[in-house]
C-alpha cells in the first residue's frame, strides 16, 4: 500500500503537519507554562517586598495573637497576592510547620511540609519552583531565628494553568485535525500531479516494451516533468526508428540466413541449437526442432572451443552426411569476451569434389590413351629404325600401318578432346540451320553398311515420309548420330540387327537406335555418359573407341536443346533415345 509515491507524499505531508503542529503546541504550552511562572514570581516579587516583610515581622512582634493578626495582614493584600479559588496564603508555625491561619482552612489537612516550607522554617525565604511540581508556592520566615516565629507563604495549585493548558491543547488537536485534513487535500493534489504525469509514463513505458509506438506520452505542463516526458517522448521515437532499422536488419538476414546456398546452425553454450537454416538440414538429411542439441546433428563429431584456431577466428573439417561430401567451418560466438556458443557454416563439396575426382580421372585416362598409341609408335619406330634394311618389306608395311593407325586414334582422340572442350565453352562452331534428320540418318546407315557387313549384322531404318526438320549444326547432329549408331554396330553380336526409328510428338523428334547386343549392366547406366568410361574396357580399346562418343554425343543434344536417355538390359541389347525440338520449318524445302 504504502509503495506507491502518490501514498507516500499523502503520508510525508501529514507527518510533517502532524510535526509542525506537535512542535508548535509543545512550544505554546511550554510558553504558557513559562508565563504563569514568572507572573507568579513576580508577583509574590511585588507583594513580599523588605517592607512588607518587616511589617509582618513586626505585626507578629506586637500582636497578642499573632497567627490572626498575621492573617488580617495578607488578606489586606490578598488582591496583590492574587488569592482565588486556585490560590492561597498561610500562616504556618515555624517549629512544627502547623497550620495555624489562611484563606483557605482546607489547607490544614491537604497542604504538605513543600521544600519552600522547609526551607523557610530554617530562615530562609523558600521560592524555588520546578516545573513538574503539582504547584507554585513561596514561603517567608517570619522571625524564625529568635527560636519561634512563623512562615508565612502563598501556594497556587496550578489548576488555573492545568486548564489553560488543557485548553490550549484540545484546541491544539482540532487544528491538527484539520491540518491533517488541508494536508491530505493538499498531498492528494501534489500526489496527482506529480504521479499522474509518471504513471502515465509508466504505461506508455510498457506500451513501448510490447512493441507499441503509436501513442506518445502527454505532456501535462513545462515543468521538469513535462520535460522527463518530451525527453521521454523523442527516446520513444528514436527508439521505434533503431528498433525498425533493426527490424528491417533482422528480416534481411532471416532471408539471407533462410535462402543461402550454406548450412548455417548455431549453438548456444550448452549445446542447444539457437538457429538452423533449411539447406542445412537438407545436407544432413535430418530435421531439428528446438529441443535438438549438438551430439543429435554431430553425433560423431566433437568440437570444443579449445580446439578453434589460435586466434579464435574458425577450424575447417572435412564430414560426410547423408553421402554427402561436406566442409565445415567452426567459428565462436562471442559477446565481449565472454563466448556464446559455436557457429557451424557448412559447404556442400560433394559436386566439387566430384569434379575433381573427374579431373584426376580425365588426366589419368587422356595419359593412358595417350601412352598406349605412343608407346606403339615408339615401339615400332625404333624397331623399323634398329633393323634398317634387314626387315622385309610386308613386315616393314605392317609396321608402319600399325604407326599410322596408332597416329590416327590419336588424332582421333585429340579431335574429341577438342570437340568436349568447345561444348564445354560454348564455342559451337557453324551457323544455326534446319537440318534434316532422315537425310542424316539415311547418310549415317549408308556409311555404317559395309561396317555392319563385316560385323555381321544388319541395320534397318523406319523412318516416316516426312519428318520435321530440327534447328541446328548439321555436321555436328550427323555426328551425334554416326557416334550412336557406330557403337550399336560395334558392341552387336554377330548375326544381330540395329533399328533407326524416328516420330515426331510435343514439338520434338524422337530418334531411338536399337541394337541386340550384349546390352549394359544395370550398375553401369548412370556413368555411360562420362568421359572415358567404358563398359568393358578392354574390348572398348579393342574396338579402338577412345570413351569420349557418348560424352560427345550428349554435349552436343543438349547444345541443341534436346535430351538423350538409354535403356538397356544386359544380354538384350539397348536402345538410345534421342530428342531435339522441331525447328521454324517443319517441313523439306520443295
Known sequence: MFRSLHMKLVLIMVIVMVSVMAVVGTFLINSVTTYHIDNFLSQMTMVFTPQFISTLQDTEKQAQ????????VMEAYSGLIGVDEYRAFYILDAQTGRYL????????????????????????????????????????????????????????????L????WNLFTILIRVILFGIFVAVLLSVFLAKTITTPIERL????????????????EIYAQDEIGILTQTFN?????????????????SKLNTLFTHMADGVIAFDRAGRIMHINPEAEKMLGKTFDDTSVYGDVF?????????MAADGKYIEIDYMANKRSLKIFFAPLKTGEVSGGIMAVLHDITQQKRLDDARKEFVANVSHELRTPLTNIKGYSETLIDAQDDIDP????????????????????VKDLLTLTKLDHDRMEGAEQN???????????????IEARNQGVVIESDLPSELPRVKGEHDRLQQVVMNIVSNAVKYNVRGGKVGITASAEDGQVCVAVADTGMGIPAEDLPRIFERFYRVDKARSREKGGTGLGLAIAKEIIEFHGGTIDVESREGRGTTVYMRLPVGEQVKADA
Request: proline share 4%; hydrophobic share 35%.
Open 162 to 165: 492545568t486548564d489553560f493548558n
Open 435 to 449: 537440318v534434316d534428320l532422315r537425310a542424316i540418318i539415311d547418310s549415317v546407315a549408308s556409311s555404317m553398311a
Open 65 to 72: 495573637n499573632p497567627p490572626a493578626e498575621l492573617s488580617a
Open 234 to 250: 523523442d527516446m520513444a521515437n528514436t527508439l521505434q526508428d533503431n528498433m525498425q532499422t533493426i527490424e528491417d536488419e533482422r
Open 101 to 160: 491561619a489562611g484563606s483557605d482552612d482546607s489547607l490544614a489537612d491537604s497542604l504538605t511540609l513543600t521544600p519552600n516550607i522547609l526551607k523557610a522554617m530554617k530562615g530562609e525565604v523558600g521560592e524555588d519552583i520546578e516545573r513538574l511540581n503539582e504547584y507554585f508556592d513561596v514561603a517567608v520566615p517570619i522571625n524564625v531565628d529568635e527560636g519561634s516565629g512563623y512562615v508565612v507563604g502563598v501556594i497556587d495549585t496550578k489548576q488555573e
Open 202 to 217: 509508466t504505461d506508455q513505458a510498457t506500451r513501448l516494451s510490447e512493441g507499441d509506438f503509436s501513442q506518445p506520452a
Open 394 to 413: 610386308e613386315t616393314r608395311n605392317n609396321f608402319l600401318g600399325i604407326i599410322y593407325n596408332e597416329a590416327d586414334r590419336m588424332t582421333r582422340l
Open 299 to 307: 553425433p560423431d563429431l566433437v568440437i570444443s572451443e579449445d580446439d
